[in-house]
């Protein structure tokens, strides 16, 4: 996988753009105009689009360019699944399939895997999954495969199933991880690759989802299925690090895509003919929610790129996905009401987006099983000890030769106190993808800012200091010492925004 300076700059290079333009003409010219057909008529995968999108190089992003791919980086791929995705999360999340097979394939395939399969996944004609092993916190746990793998003379055996596997309807090539412990030994993942068509292998029919046609949820069995020695991508040694590194980038490109559904849900929803000053308290919430997932997801991404394999990553996936998804369904329910009858009409992805959010939760570990693996965690990283040195106000440290090239622009403007900075024309949605180009965030940034409670139950705003009890000399003091600071917000931003 190439890096480019551009790219660790914050920005992104000139073929970098290049695709996001070829992305931009082939959501306006295909997905869009073909994503509700695509989901409420022909219920199933495009394969056709499929393939289109695989010519324009959306299946090679990360594959290198000697090997037939673009050379570029996770960001890249993540900033083409957003644009994609305003439309169709499904198609979005069912292209990034075939395109982390091939990496998968280029990076540790063999010249065989690399000479008959590598080259149709790039083109289009050959479509890819990988089945990942249900993980929990660390890569020292990654053992929880449904796929087990047996040594003979021949190579391996593999026996079992996998489940709720994104693209797998119309897959030709799974990657897929097996123990290859036996009873009397400690579990061990092994990475394999494995191709429909074969004896031993029979594939699921797609899941008939209430949405979500497009992404090709299925499953596949195996019963004996024979593999070569060969067909071990990753030995039992790097296999759990590099099946915590895939579940983790799974997750994130889920969380990018519940963000762009909000985005584009709020785009719609502000832009509403019948839209009137009571349904602003809830976009105004949604917005919120908005930025406070997409801080979160940026930073998780960054963290990925740092080291995809660490627990450390592995945590910011889960809170981004969780988050996110949450965020989806409930920001995206408030954008569906300015709409009105508009909402219901099959041409509004609105209420298409709100069901593949709800879809796109249960994938790569379902809502509630992330739920009790952070709810498991609390003691070792939420407890007062574990708590006593975070802080949110940690500046990342950028060149400042690089920040003054690569300016931030803030496409939104904050002075207007309007949600029209929201509205879908004009400025393309704001990328989660992109690296952060400034030292320091703002001290408003969402990332600080916590989710604010149900409209029902928002805090007061805070009292003066003399009914709060505060101490008059003490009072005086902050004040006299405040008069050489900046302004900065309330302490508590739920309070101000009540």
């Known amino acids: 996988m190439a890096d480019s300076d551009d790219r660790n700059r914050g920005g992104f ?7 996001f333009s070829r992305a931009d003409k082939f959501h ?11 989901e409420l008529h022909d219920r199933a995968s495009n394969q056709g689009a499929m393939r289109e999108a695989a010519k324009l190089g959306f299946t090679g992003i990360e594959v290198d ?9 996770v960001r890249e791929k993540l900033r083409v699944a957003e644009i994609l995705g305003r439309s169709s999360l499904s198609f979005a999340l069912g292209l990034l399939a075939s395109q982390n097979v091939a990496v998968r394939l280029s990076t540790s ?14 083109a289009g004609t050959r479509f890819g999954s990988i089945s990942p092993p249900d993980l929990h916190s660390s890569a020292a746990s990654a053992t929880a495969a449904r796929i087990t793998a047996t040594k003979n003379p021949s190579g391996w055996v593999l026996n079992g199933e996998a489940t709720w596997v994104v693209s797998a309807a119309v897959s030709d090539v799974f990657v897929c991880y097996a123990d290859t412990g036996s009873a009397n030994e400690a579990s061990e993942l092994a990475c394999f690759v494995v191709r429909s068509g074969q004896v031993g292998i029979k594939l699921a029919p797609a899941y008939r989802l209430v949405a979500g046609a497009p992404i090709g949820i299925g499953g596949f069995e195996l019963s004996d299925y024979q593999c070569l020695d060969t067909d071990m991508l990753i030995a ?9 590194a895939d579940v983790s980038c799974q997750r994130l490109e889920i969380a990018v895509l519940a963000c762009t559904a909000v ?7 502000v832009d509403g003919s019948t839209r009137d000053i009571n349904d602003d308290a809830g976009l105004a919430r949604s917005a919120n929610l908005l930025e406070a997932a997409e801080a979160l997801t940026a930073s998780a991404i960054d963290q990925y790129c740092i080291n995809s394999s660490s627990a450390a990553t592995a945590e910011l996936a889960v809170h981004a996905k969780q988050f996110s998804c949450g965020v989806a369904e409930e920001a995206i329910a408030a954008c569906l009401r300015p709409l009105g009858r508009d909402g219901l009409l099959e041409s509004e992805a609105t209420g298409r987006l709100l069901a593949e959010c709800r879809i796109l939760g249960e994938v790569a570990g379902g809502t509630r099983m992330l739920q009790d693996r952070i709810a498991g965690g609390l003691d070792a990283s939420h407890s007062s000890a574990a708590s006593a040195d975070v802080t949110v106000t940690a500046a990342k440290q950028v060149d400042t030769a690089d920040q003054a090239a690569e300016p931030v622009v803030d496409l939104r403007d904050p002075s207007s106190g309007s949600l029209s900075s929201w509205a879908s024309p004009g400025a393309p949605p704001t990328s989660t993808a992109a690296a952060p180009t400034s030292a320091a965030a703002p001290a408003t940034s969402a990332a600080a800012v916590p989710p604010m409670p149900p409209a029902g139950n928002q805090l007061a705003p805070s009292a003066p200091a003399a009914e709060r009890g505060t101490d008059t000399a003490e009072q005086e003091d902050l004040e006299t010492e405040s008069r050489s600071l900046p302004p900065m917000p309330p302490p508590d931003l739920r309070r101000a925004g009540s």
């Open 65 to 73: 360019k000697e090997r037939g791919g673009l050379g570029l980086g």
């Open 236 to 244: 039992p040694s790097e296999a759990a690090a590099v099946a915590l």
């Open 13 to 19: 290079s000139p073929e970098a753009k290049a695709l």
């Open 28 to 38: 306006s010219t295909t997905v869009h105009p073909n994503a509700a057909r695509w």
């Open 109 to 122: 395939g063999s010249a065989r895997h690399r000479s008959d399969l590598l080259p149709g996944l790039l």
């Open 263 to 269: 985005r584009s849900a709020l785009g719609s929803a």
